[in-house]
């Protein structure tokens, strides 16, 4: 199976479908004219090995990237150069930790 997203008009996925390997190599045609569904469709993959990531329902598609964005996990999170979402600091390493937004800081699980 091939899968591929359906990106609106602001580069967000609304949804995904697989289609036959059969399929495959003309995914954006077969889904928008020969199904009917039109749109426009991007090819994603669970194996990431095209466009970084399998694309979610939400994620954005980084055109000059090529690249699928997750949905920002808190306000106070960025994307660095590899279009992954960086916490303001970085979790500790040891310990089992969770993100507190309104403090800004990771909290230690008991």
Known sequence: MAYFAEINTDN????VLSVSNDEEHRGQQFLADDLGLGGEWVQTSYNHRIRKQYAGIGYRYDRAADVFVSIQPFPSW?????????PPTSMPTDGRWYWNEDSLEWIEHD
């Open 12 to 15: 967000v996925v609304i949804r």
């Open 78 to 86: 960025t994307l660095d150069g590899n279009h992954d979402w960086q």
